[in-house]
């Protein structure tokens, strides 16, 4: 046992039963530094939220994660993680964290049956993609559907696809899909669009793209028997006239919500919610750190979100480390 652990926990009055970190989350960002904490033998507790595993578990296949030329199922790869982190010595309580208490320190952090203290807290709770609301969306989520273009645009080579979405987001999502898919159309339910000009310009000039516009997605067909997507029924809201457009992909870019509700009026956020953090994982509050989409309106990547939790772990140990000083 790393000895500086018990010394850390004498450092502040009260603290003695203190967690040296709780990890929330267990996407990419809060195991990978569940991974880095354990492996510097500070016993994390992780607590993982349900279900397990964040957006990794809606994706079949990850192409793009390093170390992996096959590709793996995200359910696997978050499978992995966990185990890797539990052999360094990382605890997994699997519940969601309700409140966490700032105001002193150690900090408390309670979840729906349990309150712990805690010298340093890693908040990786990550978003979630905002969906349109109709039940095929599911049903075909990860065979057809997909929130993440960078992940999964690659595995619609030669297909045409849809995108749902108006913003930037559905833009540089269409733009990357023409580099596999002949055909991109985008559906978006005004008459224009709210992504930046630039980036409507190069959708609007691109031939491979078509925008169908004042138009939502009301069903989103599977060939019966068979995984995968052969179409979208297609409402235009000015008419109401619906047609069947004929696609095996449907991107759904409107935007994502950061898991951060039960952060509201205890750290800073930004105007949709996410948390303000410097150097990408260093909160207001001293050894409070944050890691991966919740943070990110960007990049949102396994990979990014994993680097993320990484730098917040090395902060972390750096914090604790500075305790005992
Ligand atoms: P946004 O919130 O900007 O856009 C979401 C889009 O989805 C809007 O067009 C919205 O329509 C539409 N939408 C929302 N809900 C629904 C629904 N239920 N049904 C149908 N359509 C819906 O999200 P983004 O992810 O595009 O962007 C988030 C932030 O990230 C923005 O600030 C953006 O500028 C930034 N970003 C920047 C990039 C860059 O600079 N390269 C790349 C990607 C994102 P409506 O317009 O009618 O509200």
Same mark, same amino acid.
């Given at each position: 046992?790393?000895?500086?652990?018990?010394?850390?926990?004498?450092?502040?009055? %009260?603290?003695?039963?203190?967690?040296?970190?709780?990890?929330?989350?267990?996407?990419?960002? %809060?195991?990978?530094?569940?991974?880095?904490?354990?492996?510097?033998?500070?016993?994390?507790?992780?607590?993982?939220?349900?279900?397990?595993?964040?957006?990794?578990?809606?994706?079949?296949?990850?192409?793009?994660?390093?170390?992996?030329?096959? %590709?793996?199922?995200?359910?696997?790869?978050?499978? *992995?993680?966990?185990?890797?982190?539990?052999?360094?010595?990382?605890?997994? #309580?699997?519940?969601?964290v309700v409140d966490i208490d700032f105001s002193s320190r150690p900090y408390k952090v309670r979840t729906d049956s349990q309150a712990f203290d805690?010298?340093?807290?890693?908040?990786?709770?990550?978003?979630?993609? *905002?969906?349109?609301?109709?039940?095929?969306?599911?049903?075909?989520?990860?065979?057809?559907?997909?929130?993440?273009?960078?992940? $999964? +645009?690659?595995?619609?080579?030669?297909?045409?696809?849809?995108?749902?979405?108006?913003? $930037?987001?559905?833009?540089?999502?269409?733009?990357?899909?023409?580099r596999f898919c002949p055909h991109v159309t985008i559906i978006h339910r005004r008459n224009e669009f709210r992504a930046s000009k630039i980036m409507q310009h190069k959708v609007l000039s691109n031939p491979q793209i078509k925008v169908m516009w004042n138009s939502v #997605?009301?069903?989103?067909?599977?060939?019966?028997?068979?995984?995968?997507?052969?179409?979208?029924?297609?409402?235009?809201?000015?008419?109401?006239?619906?047609?069947?457009?004929?696609?095996?992909?449907?991107?759904?870019?409107? +935007?994502?919500?950061?898991?951060?509700?039960?952060?509201?009026?205890?750290?800073?956020?930004? $105007?949709?919610?996410?948390?303000?953090?410097? $150097?990408?994982?260093?909160?207001?509050?001293?050894? #409070?750190?944050?890691? +991966?989409?919740?943070?990110? *309106?960007?990049?949102?990547?396994?990979?990014?979100?994993? +680097?993320? %939790?990484?730098?917040?772990?090395?902060?972390? *140990?750096?914090?604790?480390?500075?305790?005992?000083?």
């Amino acid at each position: 046992m790393n000895p500086f652990i018990i010394s850390c926990s004498k450092y502040i009055e %009260g603290a003695f039963l203190a967690e040296n970190v709780i990890i929330i989350g267990s996407g990419p960002a %809060g195991l990978s530094a569940a991974i880095y904490t354990a492996r510097e033998e500070f016993k994390p507790l992780l607590i993982t939220g349900v279900p397990a595993g964040g957006q990794l578990l809606l994706t079949t296949k990850v192409e793009n994660m390093p170390g992996f030329p096959d %590709g793996i199922d995200g359910f696997e790869l978050i499978e *992995r993680m966990i185990k890797q982190a539990e052999k360094f010595g990382a605890r997994l #309580v699997k519940e969601n964290v309700v409140d966490i208490d700032f105001s002193s320190r150690p900090y408390k952090v309670r979840t729906d049956s349990q309150a712990f203290d805690a010298n340093a807290i890693i908040i990786a709770t990550g978003a979630n993609s *905002r969906m349109l609301g109709i039940p095929s969306e599911m049903e075909h989520m990860g065979t057809g559907v997909s929130t993440c273009a960078t992940c $999964d +645009g690659a595995l619609f080579k030669g297909k045409d696809v849809v995108v749902v979405g108006g913003g $930037d987001t559905a833009m540089e999502d269409s733009l990357f899909l023409t580099r596999f898919c002949p055909h991109v159309t985008i559906i978006h339910r005004r008459n224009e669009f709210r992504a930046s000009k630039i980036m409507q310009h190069k959708v609007l000039s691109n031939p491979q793209i078509k925008v169908m516009w004042n138009s939502v #997605v009301e069903e989103i067909y599977g060939k019966q028997g068979e995984k995968g997507v052969s179409g979208v029924k297609i409402r235009d809201t000015v008419t109401n006239k619906t047609q069947v457009v004929v696609a095996q992909g449907v991107f759904i870019a409107i +935007g994502h919500s950061p898991n951060t509700k039960f952060l509201h009026g205890k750290l800073k956020l930004d $105007d949709l919610g996410y948390i303000v953090a410097k $150097d990408e994982v260093v909160t207001e509050y001293p050894g #409070v750190f944050v890691a +991966g989409d919740n943070q990110d *309106r960007h990049y949102r990547q396994a990979g990014t979100a994993s +680097g993320a %939790g990484i730098k917040a772990a090395l902060k972390a *140990r750096e914090y604790l480390q500075n305790l005992k000083a």
